[in-house]
């Protein structure tokens, strides 16, 4: 039974130290973008949120306030929100499998400016299928029609999304047909 478990908590780590996918991180060529969920929920702060209420392009950040490293990619969220809210990019957070006493106090100590869902089921999280994270924390970007256009496993920093959000942000702006075909680090 000690050593089921151990294999469990190896292969735990394991999907929280890399990603499933050679193309985590880039941006996917327009063809290939899936359509996020229609999601609808209860914000931390108890007020409805639709997905559909955001405009342009979105940080999706999955989270729990348990998550080192999802402390550690806080300041940087919060960095890109301050620099891209007033550019077109929308920002929410889907606090996963946490109280939500938790959540708000991680909120509050990393003041984080824009909403999060309150997920303690994980439900948004499946309703993403696919798509969805297989280890926190996980970022996704939805160009401006809410499709999946980059998915980032583990703390993200600031210079590697904004890399991202730049050519979505062109392609959102009619200046280029897909940003996937721009060259990013």
Known sequence: MRQLVLLVVLG??????????SRAGQL???????????????????DELALADLNGVVVVNFWASWCGPCAQESPELVR???????????????????????ARRF?????????????????????????????????????AQHRVAARFVGA???????????PLLAEANGEIEDAAQVSTP
């Open 12 to 21: 735990l780590v394991a999907a929280s130290c890399g990603s499933n996918s």
């Open 107 to 143: 909120i509050q100590q990393f003041d984080k400016p824009y909403p999060s869902w309150f997920d303690a089921p994980a439900q948004i999280a499946a309703d993403f299928g696919g798509i969805a994270p297989s280890a926190l924390p996980a970022t996704l970007l939805l160009d």
């Open 80 to 102: 890109l929100h301050d620099y891209y809210a007033d550019k077109g990019v929308s920002f929410v957070g889907v606090n996963v499998r946490d109280q939500r006493g938790e």
């Open 28 to 46: 996917l060529p327009v063809e290939d973008r899936r359509p996020a969920p229609p999601v609808v929920a209860e914000t931390v702060a108890g």
């Open 156 to 166: 993200i920093t600031y210079g590697r999304v904004q890399s991202r959000l730049e």
